[in-house]
């Protein structure tokens, strides 16, 4: 390399690290501070052997749901540089129904959403769903072929890592009425967060069909303490929904769509606190 060439490269150097730091620049404008939210957990649903549903183009819901949660993660880290964002799987691996939500608990979440796709027989349903907790244990479970996942427990604090029984022993009446207390706020929040977030997908996938904002009783939703959602962002049995759910494009508009309900429930929370 003759001097020329020298100049040349500590020119282009120079040049790269300006539009580095133009990016960085153009980064920190746009990335914004969480006044309540330091957390969020985000589930890649199935995983490993349980594939969960699977489409006629041949896509698998726990590539899908893990896509997306890259997605999110990405988009949640760039808009806010502080939040911390854990995945309770970042691999094709089996992950337990207790695993997942001793994660969340271990974070210390203040949000937590588990991510999945849809399918039915009927290859005409489509459109997005978002559920949370049901209190009605009348309820009929919702399992659409989610293996382990979707079983409810029995005893509503089956599931509940015993580290959450933060107030005291099992023995005591305060902790109890303690722990019902929390679980009480954190159900409200969770169906604020449920429509938040359906009503931010919906806008971010531009027309497709509300299923609305529903109820179960998914055990990884009774076993969080905190605000909590299950997101169905499509059929993947349907053949023209298969397509957009596929694509990465979409992934970053549902990632967007979750990124502002961070936001919006940031929002919330604070205001909670005055
Ligand atoms: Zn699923």
Not at 52 to 60: D, E, F, P, Y
Not at 85 to 99: K, W
Not at 103 to 128: P, R, W, Y
Not at 235 to 261: G, Y
């Amino acid at each position: 390399m003759d001097t020329r060439d020298l100049s040349r490269a500590a020119l282009a150097g120079a040049l790269a690290l300006v539009a580095a730091l133009g990016g960085a620049q153009a980064a920190s404008a746009q990335s914004r501070a969480l006044q309540s939210i330091k957390t969020v957990v985000i589930d890649p649903g199935h995983g490993g052997h349980n594939d969960g549903a699977q489409g006629h183009r041949g896509s698998v819901e726990k590539d899908l749901a893990l896509a997306v949660a890259y997605a999110a993660r990405d988009q949640l880290r760039r808009d806010y540089p502080d939040l911390r964002v854990v995945l309770t799987r970042n691999l094709d691996i089996d992950l337990s129904l207790p695993d997942r939500i001793h994660t969340a608990h271990m974070a210390e979440a203040d949000l937590f959403l588990s991510l999945h796709m849809n399918s039915s027989t009927n290859l005409e349903a489509e459109g997005v769903e978002v559920f949370y907790l049901s209190t009605d244990k009348s309820m009929p479970m919702v399992t659409r072929g989610e293996g382990t996942w979707g079983q409810a427990f029995e005893d509503p604090d089956e599931g509940v890592p015993s580290g959450a029984m933060r107030h005291g022993t099992s023995g005591d009446a305060l902790p109890r009425i303690l722990l019902d207390l929390e679980r009480a706020r954190s159900h409200a929040d969770s169906a604020v967060l449920a429509e938040t977030l359906l009503e931010e997908l919906r806008r971010a996938c531009g027309g497709c069909r509300n299923r609305g904002v529903r109820q179960a009783n998914f055990g990884v939703l009774r076993g969080s303490l905190v605000p909590s959602a299950v997101v169905e962002f499509g059929f993947i049995s349907h053949p023209t929904e298969e397509r957009r759910l596929i694509r990465d494009e979409t992934h970053k508009r549902f990632a967007k769509a979750i990124s502002r309900t961070v936001e919006r429930m940031d929002a919330i929370f604070a205001a909670h606190e005055y």
